[in-house]
């Protein structure tokens, strides 16, 4: 087969042209998506095949070629992106199935000293983030919105609060898979985009506790637990840093979660809230009924699997004495050679492109150490059982991973239709056109770089499937205006952090939890104020850090 060469001046000799053509597959899913409200893979599909037709007619790519594209770019969010999902997500829905998740929730009832304010930020804050780390997707909404209900906080409110306190893991959610798919998709390093993501959402993360208390309480509930939500939003953002930068990008949300409700916890042995009370009597909550007080030992149980995951990640990352663990595991990474398109697709040069060598991580990949992880707490949950209960056993934790294999069907498809998507325009010269043209703003375009984060995010509901469609885009616009292209992956990254509150998955997923169906616009209309206010401060932020503050990503 004769080889391909991308162009960014396919159409008619031009490169605007040929960017606004290639914006056809782009604006096909977001019109499909929310103008028609179609479901989100069939969105995906007619895209898929909107960009299939772009490369082949507009930009003269081999039929061939672009399907077998396609393929490659499914198969990679097959694996690992997909694996990743579902082993973070059977990680968690272990802890529900052995009972232990119960004993979690009971122990933010007494870390809380009875404040419901104090006890939605350690759940919807600090034990949401820990869920966005493990299994993202949705999950830390649902879950959490249902929690902070159950304390007597009115259904909107509740809402507004999850979405808000989602924002600051969101970057590093699901063991950093956005991250990670914007190095993948680039050929970066992911690590490096994570320690600029690390300069980036700690500046969120500072402030939104203190905003959950004016969305929960207003200037009163501000007033009476401040303290409480500078603890916990300095320790979050000062450990989102640290971990990114000196420890480990896929394990930044675990780290900074349990940090921050170490510091919380350690805070209030010194320090007594005041209004509690009173924020049940304007609110209508009623004193809670007496429990049974929990035993050490089954809070020490519930908190376990996410001490084990931060040690499992931390060997299979870190390790290096005697063995070198890192090493040995990704020795075993498999690369294999595309069909079709590898040694056929060059560039001007004539060189043949680097990205048609699909790299098969099948023992390295963060989806493996979360296998590691649920096997040991596996084991645990069989072994250390109280007069039965608590129980789990093998058998069991088979059945969780094939259900959450069903739940996260139509998830799956989706993630490897956009992921087929992004393989076709970067391949075909699409998105490259796109870079280019966008490139001829010069540095302004480091100040608007995070609002095509923001964007994806908003219409897809996964800052994952955002970095997918735009990271080849930020890296040849910020490679042509001589930015550094990490920190516009950085960029994109942060932005579709503060866009996951106006997805409409996300509203229908908090409107479903806090018994709100149907009354997703009013959600909307809270949340958006303070999604474009975060939009704001990440592009002054970006900018800056493209000009002035450069000393942050160097």
């Known amino acids: 087969m004769d080889t391909f060469t991308p162009s960014t001046e396919a159409v008619a000799g031009s490169t605007a042209l040929s960017a606004l053509v ?74 529900v199935r052995s009972g232990r998740f119960e004993d979690l ?28 780390a493990l299994a993202g997707f949705g999950a830390p909404v649902a879950i959490t919105a249902t929690m902070i209900l159950a304390l007597g906080v009115k259904p909107l409110r509740a809402a507004v609060a999850v979405l808000l306190a989602n924002t600051a893991p969101v970057a590093f959610g699901a063991v950093a898979i956005p991250i990670t798919t914007a190095g993948a998709l680039t050929g970066e390093d992911p690590a490096v985009i994570g320690a600029i993501v690390g300069h980036q959402a700690p500046f969120l993360a500072l402030v939104v506790p203190t905003i959950l208390l ?22 979050f953002a000062a450990a989102q840093w640290w971990s990114s930068n000196h420890f480990s990008y896929e394990l930044t949300d675990v780290v900074a979660c349990l940090v921050s409700l170490g510091a919380v916890v350690l805070f209030l042995q010194v320090w007594k809230p005041r209004g509690a009370a009173g924020y049940r009597q304007r609110n209508g909550i009623e004193e809670p009924e007496p429990s049974a007080r929990l035993k050490p030992g089954r809070v020490w149980m519930a908190i376990l699997p996410y001490l084990v995951v931060v040690a499992v990640f931390g060997i299979g990352k870190l390790w290096t004495l005697g063995i070198d663990i890192p090493a040995l595991l990704a020795s075993t990474d498999l690369k294999l050679h595309w069909p079709v398109t590898d040694g056929a697709i060059v560039n001007a040069a004539g060189e043949p492109i680097s990205g048609t060598v699909y790299k098969l991580t099948w023992l390295s990949s963060p989806g493996t150490l979360l296998v590691i992880a649920g096997l040991i707490m596996t084991l645990v949950y069989t072994v250390f059982t109280e007069n039965g209960r608590y129980r789990l056993g093998f058998g069991a934790a088979l059945d969780v991973a094939g259900a959450c294999l069903y739940r996260m069907r139509w998830s799956a498809l989706t993630i490897m239709l956009v992921l087929a998507l992004a393989y076709v325009m970067n391949f075909s010269g699409q998105t490259i056109a796109i870079g280019t043209f966008l490139a001829s703003l010069g540095g302004i375009f480091a100040f608007l770089s995070p609002t095509l984060g923001w964007v994806g995010t908003a219409v897809t509901g996964s800052d994952t499937s955002a970095n997918a469609l735009f990271s080849n885009l930020q890296h040849t616009a910020a490679t042509n205006a001589g930015l550094d292209p990490n920190l516009l992956l950085a960029a994109n990254t942060s932005g579709g952090v503060v866009g996951k509150m106006i997805s409409p998955q996300s509203l229908t997923i908090a409107a479903t939890a806090v018994k709100l169906e149907g009354q997703e616009s009013e959600i909307f209309k809270k949340v958006l104020p303070w999604s474009l206010g975060f939009l704001l401060v990440v592009c002054t932020l970006v900018y800056l850090q493209s000009t002035v503050l450069s000393w942050m990503v160097g």
């Not at 490659?72 to 990743?84: D, H, K, T």
């Not at 004016?214 to 320790?235: Q, R, T």
């Open 214 to 235: 004016w969305v929960l309480d207003g200037w009163k509930g501000v007033k009476d637990v401040w303290p409480v939500a500078i603890v916990a939003g300095i320790s």
């Open 105 to 132: 929730r009971l122990t933010f009832d007494r870390i809380g000293g009875g404040d419901v304010r104090i006890q939605a930020i350690l759940i919807a804050f600090c034990f949401g983030g820990l869920l966005e």
């Open 22 to 95: 290639s914006t056809i597959p782009l604006l096909t899913f977001f019109i499909l998506l929310i103008g028609l409200r179609l479901r989100t893979h069939t969105a995906a599909a007619l895209s898929l095949l909107a960009a299939l037709l772009v490369a082949m007619i507009g930009f003269g790519m081999p039929i061939a070629l672009a399907l077998m594209s396609a393929t490659q770019g499914a198969a990679f969010g097959a694996f690992p992106i997909v694996y990743i999902i579902v082993g973070a997500l059977w990680f968690y829905e272990l802890t």
